[in-house]
């Protein structure tokens, strides 16, 4: 007989929220609490997949009795807390946080950035006109840095990098946020195949030694797009119907189904417009893949199409 072990319930805690008083379970951050209270935070780092990478800054609010804002995303309620996740300080750093990012990187297939903006009032154009896209961000040595000409805001634009047939790096999208760095590392794929290289504003995500992908240890499994918020990383089908103004994700529509591709069982959502899949992805909440797949799963569907 195999005795079933059951956790015990955990035990609620209570906090202000906005005002409001509000009952979460224990070991919850303050971005479930919001959530659960319908209060909507802006994130870019968060994954529901990954450990809290605190790096993109835009989920800070207010805890009294911190002498900073402290990230939604990953601190912890307390018994008795008090939070505020719209004061003055709260906005004026998520408005900031949001001109730098919008200054800096090409931020239009970042869902949501918009109505982030318009509601805090952001204006990235303020820093001036970005600077042209360079050519050499991965030849640059760390800690040099070139003089700004006062004129235009420096960014992080550079040519897309299309060197295999599966997927494109737009890295003029990255933020930052490592992400892809986790999910191809020690927290799903343990390939390590990218890592970041750099220091300083001249940071970016590179291969070893910044070799094409079909150079590097990269298996292809498309784990990093999966995870990356600002479209950085995107499949090539998506890059070129993007690019020729067909993408349309409202006329797309999503079928889950199971991979037949080995007896794992993994779940493929398939993405499909105009009777063509775009994209694969899989469902987060799925116990068996838990929005991972392989190479397999997540390009090897073009045999569907094939007439």
Not at 44 to 54: F, R
Not at 56 to 78: Q, W
């Amino acid at each position: 007989m195999t005795i079933v072990e059951i956790g015990l319930p955990k035990r609620l805690v209570e906090l202000t929220l906005d005002g409001e008083s509000v009952r979460v379970p224990e070991g919850a951050t303050i971005l479930d609490a919001c959530t659960a209270q319908g209060k909507s935070i802006p994130t870019l780092c968060y994954g529901d997949t990954l450990k809290p990478a605190n790096a993109c800054r835009v989920c800070m609010v207010e805890v009294e009795g911190s002498r900073t804002l402290v990230p939604s995303c990953s601190r912890k309620v307390e018994p008795g807390m008090v939070v505020k996740t719209a004061s003055e300080r709260t906005n004026h750093s998520r408005k900031l946080v949001l001109e730098l990012l919008g200054s800096a990187t090409d931020l239009s297939t970042t869902p949501h950035v918009d109505e982030w903006m318009s509601a805090c009032g952001a204006d990235p154009s303020r820093f001036g006109p970005p600077a042209p896209p360079s050519a050499d961000r991965d030849d640059r040595h760390p800690g040099e840095h070139e003089e700004p000409d006062g004129q235009t805001a420096a960014t992080v634009r550079q040519p897309n990098k299309v060197d295999n047939p599966l997927y494109v790096r737009d890295l003029g999208k990255c933020i930052m946020c490592y992400k892809c760095v986790d999910a191809c590392g020690d927290q799903w794929q343990n390939t390590f195949a990218i890592s970041v290289a750099g220091r300083g504003f001249d940071s970016r995500i590179s291969t070893e030694f910044s070799t094409p992908l079909p150079e590097s240890a990269c298996v292809y499994c498309g784990n990093c797009i999966e995870v990356c918020p600002t479209g950085a990383l995107s499949f090539k089908r998506e890059h070129d119907k993007r690019e020729d103004g067909t993408w349309d994700e409202e006329a797309q529509t999503q079928t889950t189904t199971i991979c037949t591709f080995c007896g794992v069982g993994c779940n493929l959502t398939l993405h499909v417009q105009d009777n063509e899949i775009v994209k694969v992805t899989s469902p987060h909440e799925s116990t068996v893949t838990h929005g991972n797949l392989c190479i397999k799963g997540r390009f090897g569907w073009q045999h569907v199409q094939n007439r």
